[in-house]
């Protein structure tokens, strides 16, 4: 059975860091394409950013770019979300996915398998 689990929420300051990770088990880390996304209070959950098995193919929402950066170790079956310059409205809720393709809509729900349980990021004014 393949687990996800998110780590590295917290409580940041407007314009500070974070770094979320999240580790895979029971799977074929190597072979899937990797997503986050995130859920605000109140709001739908929005995609944020995916990469794909090799790591050549990164796309991000418009919403982030410049700021996030998605990248992935394999042999560790690690991904990683690095938050910068963060924003009030970046709190959210954020969940990593997986997907056994690594091509279509990759920006949907739908197109992942598996998901972990979320981790809290919450940017204070």
């Known amino acids: 059975q393949v687990h996800l689990e998110e780590s590295g929420g917290g409580l940041v300051q407007v314009g500070g860091s974070l770094r979320l990770s999240c580790k895979v088990s029971?799977?074929?880390?190597?072979?899937?394409?990797m997503g986050w996304f995130r859920q605000a209070p109140g709001k739908e959950r929005e995609f944020v950013a995916v990469?794909?098995?090799?790591?050549?193919?990164?796309y991000y929402t418009d919403s982030v770019k410049g700021r996030f950066t998605i990248s992935r170790e394999n042999a560790k079956n690690t991904m990683y979300l690095k938050m910068d310059s963060l924003k009030p409205e970046d709190t959210a809720v954020y969940y990593c996915?997986?997907?056994?393709?690594?091509?279509?809509?990759?920006?949907?729900?739908?197109?992942?398998?598996?998901w972990g349980q979320g981790t809290q990021a919450t940017v204070s004014s």
């Open positions: 990469i794909s098995w090799s790591g050549n193919s990164i």
């Open positions: 029971g799977g074929t880390f190597a072979t899937y394409g």
């Open positions: 996915a997986a997907s056994r393709e690594n091509s279509g809509s990759w920006d949907r729900e739908s197109f992942y398998d598996y």
